[in-house]
């Protein structure tokens, strides 16, 4: 379809968009969006989504985490601490919609909306309302510490 743009009546005045192509025009868009969008579902279905990021991380020794600092892990997605009963993973998702929290001078701060949370992961100041989740650690056959993001556990939960 061609679009066709009437002469300017008078010199100076801005040229008009006939209702008629301007409808054509969003007709057509709103069928490659519908297009795209199927091709995407059709694509997911087939099996080609993106692969969901890793949750396991094997990470260093113990001795490598000292206590008094938290050490950012697995690409900055969670923190490990270490008290005087063992190492503990606090996640970096920030509870109010999951920006990565960062660690400041002994509690963390997220970037987004300026939550804070305290050395142990509860609310220091909102907008968040609940404290930052903790994760699992183990050890493996080598002797290096392992995080498990998917596999929450409660404060109490050490290495
Ligand atoms: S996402 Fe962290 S304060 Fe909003």
Redesign the pocket.
Known sequence: MRLSVPEDPEPGLPARFPRRDFLALAGRGALWATLGAALVALGRFLGFAPAAPPVTFTLEAPAAYPSGVFTPVADGRAFIGRDGRGLYAIVAT??????L?QARRGDFE?P????RFDSSGAVIQ???QRPLVRAELALDGQGHVVLNLSREVGTDFRL
């Open positions: 920030c509870t109010h919609l999951g920006c929290v997220c987004c909306h300026g939550s909102g907008p968040a």
